[in-house]
């Protein structure tokens, strides 16, 4: 008896052959009938542009007919690729998967084979109804894994595009491009340019760029700030906008970046004026080294005295005038009263001594200082920036001059 009857398998699939001919020949009818019913019960997509509402017509009809092939192919035997069930994708252009997302995508599948399935008891021949159905539901999985495939892609692909651009952005505010370069390319990302922007410099942490700018991304929108980034070697960029504080926020963007300091230049009005805290910034993570327990994050005006050691232009031009000018400006009293206190060992005593003056005397002079220059002479680190200053200052031949002292 075995002998004479074939696998019961093999019947189901011959006996599908009169179900799949009405199939085929109902193709335009079903795919008709699918999109009337998303116009029904998809209020987004009766908002569609209507060459994009014809798009979404075309890969219905494509689906039917690639549910008539993967039809045919099951019933013969035969297999398919793992991608095939989402060749029909193909049949509209790439700016569809823009406007409709994943999940709109999952809607209109499920509006399509609902329609199908309510056309199998009169598509379906007789007695094939179950085995017509079973196939139908399989194919809908597999055209479910297809949609993800797709979009999938799309994304790898946006992904890798939005980085380049993003690398070639950043690019721009090192070089010191034009803010028309910096503004086009920013556009096209999406950038609000919500202010204050500032620029973070840490190391990669390795890996695709991709990866790496996603995990920035994802704790960015977590604590609701605007970012662009990019890897340059080992070091990730990345411009934060609309962060009040970009200390603050740099430190809840710390996932992101690899091992070693992160140096976060000054904010600044918009992107237009980036550079400068890039460059900043750029220059503070190359002297970071310099100072081991430097908190991190750190300011890159934080860094200034390293900055200053390591060649940093800026950071010596800030030292001697903002700072050394300051005191000059100030009187010579201040700086003599600094010189005194550093010989002194930063001893108010002895400080006051080589001055002849008392000690509240030194004590109220060195809080001058702090008001002129912002830095403290009786904080250590203050001290070390104020001590680089006062070396860079009197160096520089373009300096001015220190004043005589006023008499006691």
Do not use: C, K
Not at 361 to 388: C, K, M, Q, S
């Amino acid at each position: 008896m075995t002998n004479q009857e074939p696998p019961a398998g093999r019947d189901t699939r011959r006996s599908l052959e009169a179900s799949v001919r009405s199939i085929e020949r109902a193709a335009g009818a079903l795919a008709t009938a699918s999109v009337a019913r998303m116009d029904e019960t998809l209020p987004w997509f009766r908002d569609l542009p209507a060459d994009q509402r014809a798009w979404v017509m075309l890969v219905a009809q494509a689906g039917v007919r690639s549910l008539v092939d993967w039809l045919r192919n099951r019933q013969e035997g035969g297999t398919l690729p793992p991608d095939s069930s989402d060749e029909f994708f193909d049949a509209a252009p790439r700016a569809l998967a823009r406007s409709i997302n994943l999940g709109q995508t999952v809607q209109l599948i499920r509006v399509t084979i609902e329609v199908v399935e309510e056309q199998l008891p009169l598509l379906a021949a007789e007695g094939e109804e179950a085995g017509i159905r079973e196939a139908v539901l399989h194919y809908s999985r597999e055209v479910a894994f297809g949609a993800a495939r797709v979009y999938a892609r799309a994304a790898e692909t946006r992904g890798a595009w939005d980085a380049r651009l993003q690398a070639l952005l950043v690019d721009a505010l090192l070089r010191g491009d034009s803010s028309d370069v910096l503004a086009s390319r920013a556009a096209a990302l999406g950038w609000a340019d919500a202010p204050p922007v500032a620029v973070a410099v840490g190391r990669s942490p390795g890996g695709e760029a991709t990866a790496v700018l996603h995990t920035v991304y994802r704790a960015a929108r977590r604590i609701g700030v605007e970012i662009l980034g990019g890897v340059h070697g080992d070091r990730l960029v990345v411009v934060l906008g609309g962060a009040p504080d970009p200390i603050a926020a740099t430190e809840r963007l710390l996932v992101g970046f690899g091992e070693g300091p992160v140096v976060v230049g000054p904010a600044v009005p918009s992107l237009d004026e980036a550079t400068e805290s890039a460059r900043a910034a750029l220059a503070g993570f190359r002297a970071a080294p310099a100072w081991p327990a430097a908190p991190r994050p750190v300011a890159a005006a934080d860094l200034l005295p390293e900055r200053a050691l390591a060649g940093d232009a800026e950071a010596r031009r800030i030292l001697r005038q903002d700072i050394y000018g300051a005191l000059v400006r100030a009187g010579g009293e201040l700086l003599e009263t600094l010189d005194a206190f550093y010989a002194g060992g930063g001893v108010l005593e002895s400080a006051a001594r080589g001055l002849f003056v008392h000690p509240n005397t030194v004590r109220y002079r060195l809080r001058r200082i702090g008001e002129v220059t912002g830095f403290v002479p009786l904080v250590p680190r203050d001290a070390f920036a104020l001590r680089i200053a006062l070396t860079i200052g009197r160096l520089d031949p373009f300096a001015p001059a220190p004043s005589s002292p006023p008499s006691q």
